[in-house]
């Protein structure tokens, strides 16, 4: 346990710290209004900080910098989350539609969003295949051997496919696919669409449409799930500008990781919902341990649809953070219950 003052000259710390990014003095804390106490005693009970673990002194500097035992305290004890400015509450909430006709245009905006107004990287990924499933499936002719199928999730995304028809398959057989698919596919989540495809569908088309082993493989490409348009990102290059990695190949570690979309879901994958802080060390890749990841879970009746994360330095304002993704998450599960009823 702290004492108050401990708790309070931390505190003092990590906010000077994410303001200045410069190693933090005695002195300098003895300057602030809010702490009452001389540069000695301060220095005292930094000595006893360093000791506990809270804080860290590079080797170059007299001044502390917090470790990621420091940042950790200060988030579950100290911090103060702060309202949005009027002019940051309404742009944010002005991506955060229901003028956008598919979930994929508030992903992009909103990722768009945070990282315009935190200054660092925002990753939003969609819905979760578990949770993603076939609303209605369509073919429309284009010519004699090609047509477009038209995928629609329950998420409100759209996807056009060209296909080419066997040339065995005339037009009542592509109204009668029509109607199999969406008799038996719609509700069914997208990770088992091929599991189906080759069982209940496959027996279904060979009772009802002549030649109808050739279209498989063609209904098996329409229907293949992209995990690539499931990650959203914005702001990668924000890590440039932050002093903590003047690096190049630190930096370069981090944006290489961001590049791999398989890493990144299977990171934030083992999430709990709600609101989450990774400090540090704390997350699972050694890329991002001089980093801290915040993320928070959109949902729709207790049911995780997709993560918000914000990726920045450990010096990050996590009082600003918090308080922008708690906002966002529940905006985007308020609209996102609308569109589902």
Request: aromatic share 6%; charged share 25%; with cysteine.
């Amino acid at each position: 346990m702290l004492t108050d003052r401990q708790r309070m000259i931390l505190h003092a710390i990590v906010d000077d710290y994410i303001r200045s990014a410069e190693p933090v003095g005695s002195r300098s804390i003895s300057k602030r209004g809010d702490v009452a106490f001389s540069p000695a005693t301060i220095r005292n009970e930094m000595a006893d900080l360093e000791e506990l673990g809270f804080l860290e002194q590079p080797h170059t500097s007299a001044g502390r910098v917090p470790s990621t035992k420091g940042y950790r305290y200060y988030v579950d004890h100290l911090i103060e989350l702060k309202e949005m400015k009027e002019e940051d509450l309404g742009f944010v909430r002005s991506f955060v539609t229901e003028k956008m006709s598919q979930m994929e245009q508030v992903i992009q905006q909103a990722a768009t969003a945070l990282s315009s107004l935190t200054n660092y990287t925002s990753i939003l990924l969609g819905p979760e295949l578990f949770n993603t499933s076939l609303k209605h499936f369509g073919l429309v002719p284009l010519n004699a051997t090609s047509a477009v199928a038209i995928i629609v999730t329950n998420t409100g995304h759209v996807e056009n496919r060209t296909i080419t028809i066997p040339p065995d398959l005339n037009m009542d057989d592509m109204q009668k696919i029509v109607h199999i698919l969406n008799t038996k596919l719609v509700g069914v989540p997208l990770i088992r669409l091929k599991a189906k495809l080759y069982s209940e569908i496959g027996q279904e088309l060979e009772r009802h449409v002549d030649h109808y082993e050739g279209l498989i493989s063609v209904l098996d490409s329409a229907l293949q799930n992209d995990d690539e348009q499931r990650v959203f990102m914005s702001g990668a290059t924000n890590m440039l500008t932050q002093p903590e990695f003047k690096d190049v190949d630190k930096v370069k570690t981090i944006l290489d990781l961001l590049d791999e979309t398989p890493t990144i879901m299977k990171m934030f994958s083992s999430l709990p919902s709600g609101i989450q802080v990774r400090i540090g060390t704390e997350n699972d890749h050694k890329a991002i341990s001089n980093c801290s990841l915040i993320t928070a879970t959109y949902s729709i009746d207790g049911e995780s649809l997709g993560t918000i994360g914000i990726l920045g330095p450990t010096r990050m304002e996590y009082g600003k953070v918090i308080s922008m993704l708690d906002l966002i998450s529940k905006d985007m599960s308020v609209l996102l219950s609308r569109w589902y009823r």
